[in-house]
């Protein structure tokens, strides 16, 4: 059991937290309800995930045999059948799709996109240069949808390209780590590998970087956000934002880190603290409408 647990792969629910945006955005975060709802979902979302994370783990099986880290897996590592692990995206799948489907429908149909989109990407997509982690970027971007849905509020067009921009940044972060860590064996245990070079990565990455920043400044002084949220203070999130992403990029750079996002949210201690403070300040600032007048002096 505890090899199939593992399989799951629960760290990685930690991404799913993004179903929780439109929760905090919308100022929702007070209604019981909605905030049942979008636990719900993230129970949903967690549940398809991991289904996916099976399939590919089973299709994946001789390739992650000769990975230095992914041979651990448990399904690479002989410790749960292929079989096994088949039976239990098979039940896994349906019941994250019936309880998405049962918050709403869009939700629902969000959930099924999520899962054959993944499922084209296990089995051709993730063959193909840059659509590669264009896929991994549009994960993201159906998390923080669904959690909309499932609690029908709107978001704000700029909280969308914000959030599809970093996942990309995180996309282009993960394949450098494969890169540079597995070094010339790169394309035999990711044939995409040997289409990418590190060069190329950098400029994206420095890119997305850049758009990430500006457009999430962007939503703090859209006019619209301001008088739906009734305040003008989430601009001073932004240095926290901007702090967060070097702070990424130094881990990145410096330490050869990247390969799981999820893993340095997990134990990077600064990252974990703007995080927290990032919170601890949008929080006041969304549901007790704090105006600090910036807007209007401009």
């Known amino acids: 059991m505890m090899h199939l647990v593992r399989a799951l792969r629960p760290h990685q629910w930690v991404k ?37 994370y099976l399939i590919n783990d089973v299709a994946d099986y001789e390739r992650d045999r000769l990975h230095p880290k992914k041979k651990h897996r448990p399904i690479a590592a002989g410790q749960l059948s292929r079989r096994a692990a088949l039976i239990a995206s098979a039940a896994l799948a349906p019941l994250g799709l019936i309880l998405g489907w049962r918050l709403s429908a869009t939700a629902g149909a969000t959930l099924l996109f999520y899962a054959v989109m993944n499922l084209a990407y296990s ?43 970093i996942a990309l940044f995180l996309a282009f972060c993960k394949r450098r780590h494969e890169l540079v860590s597995l070094g010339e064996a790169a394309a035999d245990h990711r044939g995409i590998l040997g289409e990418y070079s590190v060069a190329f990565i950098d ?14 400044a962007l939503y703090t002084i859209d006019p619209v956000v301001m008088a739906r949220l009734h305040t003008d203070a989430l601009i001073l999130t932004v240095p926290l934002v901007l702090f967060g992403v070097f702070r990424y990029l130094y881990l990145v750079h410096q330490h050869q880190m990247g390969g799981s996002p999820t893993e340095i949210v997990l134990k990077d201690r600064s990252i974990q603290a703007i995080v927290g403070l990032y919170l601890l ?18």
Do not use: E
């Open 123 to 165: 089995f051709r997509l993730k063959h193909v240069v840059l659509l590669d982690v264009f896929i991994i970027a549009l994960g993201f971007l159906l998390r923080v949808s669904v959690g909309a849905f499932a609690i029908g509020v709107g978001l704000s067009p700029w909280l969308l390209i914000c959030t599809f921009f």
């Open 203 to 216: 400029k994206m990455i420095s890119a997305l970087a850049a758009m990430t920043v500006m457009s999430y």
């Open 281 to 298: 300040m949008i929080l006041p600032f969304i549901y007790f409408g704090v105006r600090l007048g910036l807007a209007a002096r401009g």
């Open 16 to 52: 799913n937290v993004f179903v929780f945006a439109a929760l905090i955005f919308s100022q929702r975060l007070t209604h019981l309800d909605s905030v049942i709802q979008s636990l719900l979902i993230f129970m949903a979302f967690s549940a398809v995930a991991s289904a996916i």
